[in-house]
């Protein structure tokens, strides 16, 4: 998961420029010849200085933006196999992108005027944070000033206390803030790659803050860095010892027969695997699935091609992995940034390394820095998922049968963002029409991970739509209206009815499962 997204787009995701794909090697000729006296993109702000209209660096930018173009379009270029053009494009951007004048000091006009009027400070501090960065982050510039956050102070604040811990995971309750509160808990599910408090950022910011103030009981998953013996742990084993496990937890510790299901990006699979599994061996668990940036369906990009071969799945593990076998959570972080590097690696290092600035401290940058390592098996069957279409597609086996997401009749609440580089939002519409209940969808204008961070503010805002979801998402987008309001406010009202009765708020814990230490817990913390 990446924080930023800060390219142009309209409410439908639709970029508002670029390389339109050609169908031949004449019309691609063609597009070429036509893109070549073009300007920045609206949305790029890293040639807005004034300098750039100046002789040299015009000559400079128009250079820039032909070999930029040239690059993009060549993804789309005749000989490019179509089940590859996503691949190609990804690389494209990143050679774009890394090529852009700003990244060095001569092709910054900002940056070299600010050695000047500092005399050369800027430089120096500039020298000092690059060798930083070499010495503690392998040369990755980093985002914001080290040690800006400290968790269970600023981050993964909310009172709260282990009440469940295993070599895989630990179970977090938090403190209610209310007298009552809703009979039905909430159980949030974080992916595997990510440690848990994207649910809980800073104060102000955190979604469990705002659900147990809202009167929720609410639990949350939190794994710990995999240990050697971990190497092997697949899904199925992941699904029976994670979120399984600690639905009973949640079930013992309130005595009640079910629980709302919270997940983001992977955990969202997760929660809706055990609302179907849960379904098909006839309990009750699952009262409600709440799936934010989540993809269930992986549509092929080339007519039925493959986007990974089995021999591209190990390589890529291979590449990925530490010497233990885990898959490497800083390596992994490394390539998703890669997806959104103007603003995820060549920002931070204009700021840090050119101007000598370190930016602005940011929960969202902390976090994302802060992965978890992924059991090779796991891994390779995540990355298979998305080959072989196994869950949309109803063959998937896990926990002891298949999943069938048309069983999961459970109501849910879907959120998407418009922005987002990692699940496009077409995605998730499509994985949502594959659940078996009501599903209320809604469409924030924010990234990957700047969509679910949605606190009640003026500028909030989602889209909402018709139900049943039509089958064209574009048909949905034209029919949906904009609601000034965080979706956070939205998904409360929405959980209340189907929450049962307010009853007396209880002491976190139960006699099975007392309460222990402390939240954000040990395994946030263990290496």
Known sequence: ???????????????RSGTRRGVGVGRWYHDLLTTIEVGPDSGDERFRDPAWDSPGYRFLLQGYLVWRRLVLASAAAPFVPAGRRQQA???????????????????????????????GASVVRGTANFLDDVLRRQGRPAKARPGAYHLGVDLAATPGRVVHRDDLMEVLQYEPRTTEVHQVPLLLIPA???KYYIFDLAPGR???EWAVREGFTVFAVSQRNPLPHHEEVGLDEYFRRVPLRALDVVREITGAAEAHLVGVCAGGMLAASLATRLKATGETGAASL??????????????????????EIKLLTRVLSKQDGMVDAGRISLLLDLLRSRDTLWQPLISGWLMGERSEPFDIWSWSEDGVDVPRLLFEETLRLSTDNALARGRLRI?????????????????????????????????ARLLGGDVAFHLVPSGHVGGIISPPRPKAAYRTGPTPLPVDPSVWSAGSVSRQESWWQAWTRWLAPRSGPRVPATAVGSARHPAGAPAPGHHVRAR
């Open 192 to 194: 595997w790659v990510n």
């Open 1 to 15: 998961m990446a924080p930023h997204d800060r390219e142009t787009h309209d409410w439908d995701g639709s970029e």
């Open 290 to 311: 709440t799936l934010l940036m989540s993809a269930l369906d992986h549509p092929s990009p080339g007519e039925g091609d493959n986007p990974w071969s089995e021999l």
């Open 206 to 208: 955190s979604l469990v």
């Open 399 to 431: 926990g002891g049968g298949p999943v069938d997401l048309a069983t999961a009749t459970q109501d849910a609440f879907v959120v998407a963002g418009v922005r987002d580089h990692i699940v496009p939002w077409q995605t998730v519409y499509r994985s």
């Open 89 to 119: 494009r990804l690389l494209a951007e990143v050679v774009a992108e890394a090529s852009a004048p700003p990244n060095t000091l001569i092709g910054n006009p900002a940056a070299l005027r600010r050695a000047v009027a500092t005399r």
